[in-house]
């Protein structure tokens, strides 16, 4: 499949999975740093560059593209390659904000394209991941009740720095716009339901005062199969860093932690009859072999014209929780999800 790449900032990571997978070929990228664009075009071979998008997506030979730019712009682009006919993998977070994640959802079932988000953690953290949702799916740990997700650093940018990161215009959020959509992704796929239907939150500028973002914020939601899903995030905190997840089940529980190496991530706990269990899986064998990156799994489900797992319905499921902790906090109520 040809494919192309717009924005040359995270979207190098996916010229570097599209490399890496031999059913997909890249065939242009567009950028507005003319020396960002001659150095991907020369390390991956690429022939067409542009500094305008528009002149990407009017190559009749490319099919779908990866739209990497800042977040006020997932909105825009992706509708525009839409309807060149391109699908389209965004990064994440979909959008800013309900309404314009509705917008590209919209267009792209009109369409009939593909769009797909990346929220890719469960490939980053893959065997661990995959493994424990295996279990999951078993019934090895009984019903999923609660999953609390975190993602806690003790500095994001220097003060003083600026960047569209820092801009709520722009970005639409920090610290839970940013790494909130990936937690909030493995949240509810391993819980198994992408129904919120209740959120309270609470966000705040406490450090990072020089910028007009949330540099803390936690929510709190309930989803429409019962569960309950807690994610606790920081930009900027006196805390220990880390990633990861906490998951109970009535029959058994897990961590994952997401900035433990290989080997040493996920924790399983169960208990046989009133004696608590705890194991951590090594040499995980999995009785799938799955995709070594959400671009690789994105071209191969475009192929056989299925929908990724990350959908547009489910990015959407993740824009309104982060939206509606916004709306709590300001409010101070809890919000309901329609």
């Not at 192309?4 to 065939?27: C, N, P, S």
């Not at 664009?37 to 593209?65: M, N």
């Not at 682009?77 to 389209?88: G, I, M, P, Q, S």
């Not at 020089?210 to 540099?215: G, P």
Request: aromatic letters at 8%; a neutral charge.
């Amino acid at each position: 499949m040809k494919v192309g790449v717009i924005g040359l900032g995270m979207g190098r990571a996916h010229l570097q999975a599209y490399k890496a997978f031999a059913q997909a070929e890249i065939v242009g990228i567009a950028d507005l740093d003319e020396s960002r664009l001659k150095a991907s075009a020369a390390e991956y071979g690429i022939g067409h560059t542009f500094t305008d998008y528009h002149q990407l997506l009017a190559l009749p030979e490319l099919e779908a593209v990866s739209v990497c730019l800042p977040n006020h712009l997932h909105e825009p682009v992706t509708v525009d390659a839409l309807r060149a006919r391109k699908h389209v993998l965004v990064e994440k977070p979909m959008a800013r904000t309900p309404a314009e994640a509705r917008a590209m959802k919209e267009v792209a079932e009109a369409s009939g394209k593909v769009l797909g988000i990346s929220m890719n953690y469960r490939w980053i953290v893959g065997p661990d991941s995959w493994y424990l949702k295996h279990l999951i799916e078993q019934g090895r740990l009984g019903h999923i009740y609660y999953v609390r997700a975190y993602t806690l650093r003790r500095r994001t940018f220097p003060r003083g720095h600026k960047t569209w990161f820092t801009q709520k215009a722009l970005s639409g959020g920090a610290a839970l716009m940013d790494m909130g959509p990936h937690l909030l992704d493995l949240a509810m796929w391993l819980a198994g339901d992408y129904r919120p239907k209740q959120v309270s939150g609470t966000t705040r500028t406490a450090l990072m005062t020089d910028t007009d973002v949330d540099d803390f914020g936690v929510v709190l939601v309930r989803m429409a199969g019962g569960a309950a899903i807690y994610l606790e995030s920081t930009w900027a905190s006196f805390t220990r860093p880390g990633v990861g997840l906490v998951v109970m089940g009535t029959e058994g529980g897990a961590i994952l932690d997401l900035s433990a190496p290989q080997g040493k991530r996920l924790t399983v706990m169960g208990a046989e009859g009133e004696t608590h269990q705890e194991i951590t899986p090594v040499d995980i064998q999995l009785p799938f072999t799955p995709e070594a990156s959400i671009q690789e799994h994105f071209i191969r489900r475009v192929a056989a014209g299925q929908q990724p797992e990350t959908t547009a319905e489910r990015g959407l499921a993740v824009v309104q929780v982060i939206d509606g902790a916004y709306r709590s906090s300001q409010s101070g109520h809890e919000v309901v999800i329609e």
